[in-house]
């Protein structure tokens, strides 16, 4: 009888264990998520500042992790603005100037129309665990969600975080906060995902709140209007004669 309870102690054990997923098997359920072969979207940006609350909307198509375009379509001031971005380089269009920019070097770490996003962080790849090693450190309840809590330190140095924290939902695998920090431990920005939904069989933010830790006012919202997954694109959308267009 002794032995028996010990088995079934220690099958109870190994149980418990095995429902425990890796920092890294949580990570990559997170990256299928957001990463898909190719998507359409219409977003909204709200711009909370120091001197007040702008609001922009854009229509981006993205292939992959590696190519994406944006064009803004208001207020009539951004209006025409486009974003290209091909791998590791990105070009701006600015209609009232008509010129094409590229911005490189420490011209990305320079603010995306005014947000709390940099043009560093548009230009992130989305798979992060191409960029960090995650470790599952903890556990704890978001707005009533149980989440796993993760510490993503970054595999090399050229990159705009040396580690993030995440809150990671346990059932929908969206992080529902996050932390993102210099490498001598300084707090940068964080991202809270205020509101979700479900497009098919996966799980997408509907609105969050993105703020620079740096910067006064109270971030900037992005709530995603209508999202599209696996669409077709065609080619020509992904070339700088887009941008003129």
């Given at each position: 009888m002794k032995h028996l309870i010990i088995f079934i102690m220690f099958i109870s054990?190994?149980?418990?264990?095995?429902?425990?997923?890796?920092?890294?098997?949580?990570?990559?359920?997170?990256?299928?998520?957001?990463v898909s072969e190719n998507?359409?979207?219409?977003?909204?940006?709200?711009?909370?500042?120091?001197?007040?609350t702008r609001t922009l909307k854009a229509q981006s198509w993205i292939h992959g992790t590696k190519k994406s375009f944006t064009e803004y379509l208001l207020?009539?001031?951004?209006?025409?603005?486009?974003?290209?971005?091909?791998?590791?380089?990105?070009?701006?269009y600015s209609p009232s100037t008509d010129r094409t920019i590229r911005i490189a070097g420490h011209m990305l770490r320079q603010s995306l129309m005014g947000s709390d996003v940099s043009y560093e962080?548009?230009?992130?790849?989305?798979?992060?665990?191409?960029?960090?090693?995650?470790?599952?450190?903890?556990?704890?309840?978001?707005?009533d969600r149980n989440c796993y809590i993760l510490e993503l330190t970054a595999k090399k140095e050229d990159v705009a975080y040396h580690s993030r924290k995440m809150w990671v939902d346990k059932e929908r695998y969206l992080p529902l906060r996050e932390e993102r920090y210099a490498k001598g431990g300084k707090l940068l920005k964080s991202l809270v995902i205020n509101k979700i939904f479900k497009v098919g069989e996966r799980w997408y933010p509907k609105k969050m709140t993105f703020k620079d830790e740096?910067?006064?006012?109270?971030?900037?919202?992005?709530?995603?209007?209508?999202?599209?997954?696996?669409?077709?694109?065609?080619?020509h959308i992904f070339s700088k004669a887009s941008l003129r267009r």
């Open positions: 054990c190994c149980s418990l264990y095995a429902e425990k997923p890796s920092g890294k098997v949580i990570m990559e359920r997170v990256d299928s998520n957001y998507r359409k979207a219409v977003t909204t940006m709200i711009i909370k500042g120091r001197r007040g207020p009539p001031r951004e209006k025409g603005i486009k974003m290209l971005k091909l791998g590791d380089e990105l070009w701006i962080d548009y230009m992130e790849d989305p798979r992060l665990t191409n960029i960090y090693e995650p470790i599952l450190i903890g556990e704890e309840k978001i707005d740096l910067k006064q006012g109270s971030g900037t919202e992005f709530i995603i209007d209508s999202i599209e997954f696996n669409v077709k694109i065609p080619d």
